[in-house]
């Protein structure tokens, strides 16, 4: 399903950077080649948002296993609108509010650019690993506790109307279309990235 990517092999994440930024496996190492760059006052702006972002993503004391909390929002959204709960409407509505505040989609409007430009790099990324992620899992692109995979196209299809239901139908129920634009923004650029044929999928 996905787009071939060419591998590159013993990367030197401070030659070029940011270039493989999002390359550094774990928040932990993130964070120390981040501090180097810092150091050597490489991109002195970008660095102090992505530093940032870094911990609002991955916590204050970012380790190695931190957990993801933007992927945290992202699934804790995901599961409220495949729930289709038409009774805990307040509650909802409180929640969503606090998933836009934890992707800091509330803040991005008053940003600076430079921040405006990490947050959308930090988004892709997020988008990136999520698209990779449910197209390797066994129990996302199966069906019958695991044991029928499905076709490819079903697939692409799924993720695409999955999108679609976080960053535009579910939010617009509360009145959050709008915010969660810059991240649907980010979501469909990876798609279009990752997913072969993606356009044949995708429909506005």
Same mark, same amino acid.
């Not at 490489?42 to 957990?67: A, Y």
């Not at 698209?131 to 695409?160: E, H, M, R, W």
């Not at 969660?180 to 356009?199: G, I, K, T």
């Given at each position: 399903?996905?787009?071939?990517?060419?591998? &590159?092999?013993?990367?030197?994440?401070?030659?070029? @950077? +940011?270039? !493989? !930024? !999002?390359?550094?496996?774990?928040? $932990?190492?993130?964070?120390?080649?981040?501090?180097?760059?810092?150091?050597?006052?490489?991109?002195?702006?970008? *660095?102090?948002?992505?530093?940032?972002?870094?911990?609002?993503?991955?916590? &204050?004391?970012?380790?190695?296993?931190?957990?993801?909390?933007?992927?945290?929002? @992202?699934?804790?959204?995901? $599961?409220?609108?495949?729930?289709? *709960? &038409?009774?805990?409407?307040?509650?909802?509505?409180?929640?969503?509010?606090? /998933?836009?505040?934890?992707?800091?989609?509330?803040?991005?409007?008053?940003?600076?650019?430079?921040?405006?430009?990490?947050?959308?790099?930090? @988004?892709?990324?997020?988008?990136?690993?999520?698209?990779?992620?449910?197209?390797? $899992?066994?129990? !996302?692109? $199966? &069906?019958?506790?695991?044991?029928? +995979?499905?076709?490819?196209?079903?697939?692409?299809?799924?993720?695409?109307?999955?999108?679609?239901?976080?960053?535009?139908?579910? +939010?617009?129920?509360?009145?959050?279309?709008?915010?969660?634009?810059?991240?649907?923004?980010?979501?469909? *650029?990876?798609?279009?990235?990752?997913?072969?044929?993606? *356009?044949? /999928? @995708?429909?506005?």
């Amino acid at each position: 399903m996905l787009s071939r990517k060419k591998i &590159t092999s013993k990367i030197n994440y401070l030659e070029d @950077w +940011p270039t !493989y !930024y !999002y390359d550094i496996p774990t928040p $932990s190492l993130r964070k120390e080649f981040l501090e180097k760059a810092i150091a050597s006052n490489l991109e002195p702006e970008h *660095d102090s948002c992505r530093m940032e972002i870094l911990k609002k993503r991955f916590g &204050t004391k970012v380790k190695k296993d931190s957990g993801d909390r933007f992927m945290l929002a @992202w699934l804790m959204i995901k $599961s409220a609108a495949v729930a289709k *709960d &038409t009774i805990l409407i307040k509650k909802q509505h409180r929640e969503l509010e606090g /998933y836009l505040d934890d992707l800091c989609l509330r803040s991005f409007p008053s940003a600076s650019p430079a921040m405006r430009q990490v947050l959308e790099e930090e @988004w892709l990324d997020l988008a990136r690993r999520y698209i990779i992620s449910c197209s390797k $899992s066994k129990n !996302y692109s $199966s &069906t019958f506790f695991g044991i029928i +995979p499905l076709n490819d196209n079903i697939v692409a299809q799924k993720l695409a109307d999955e999108i679609d239901l976080v960053t535009r139908i579910y +939010p617009d129920k509360f009145g959050f279309e709008k915010d969660f634009l810059p991240l649907r923004r980010m979501f469909m *650029d990876a798609y279009f990235q990752l997913v072969a044929d993606a *356009d044949s /999928y @995708w429909h506005e």
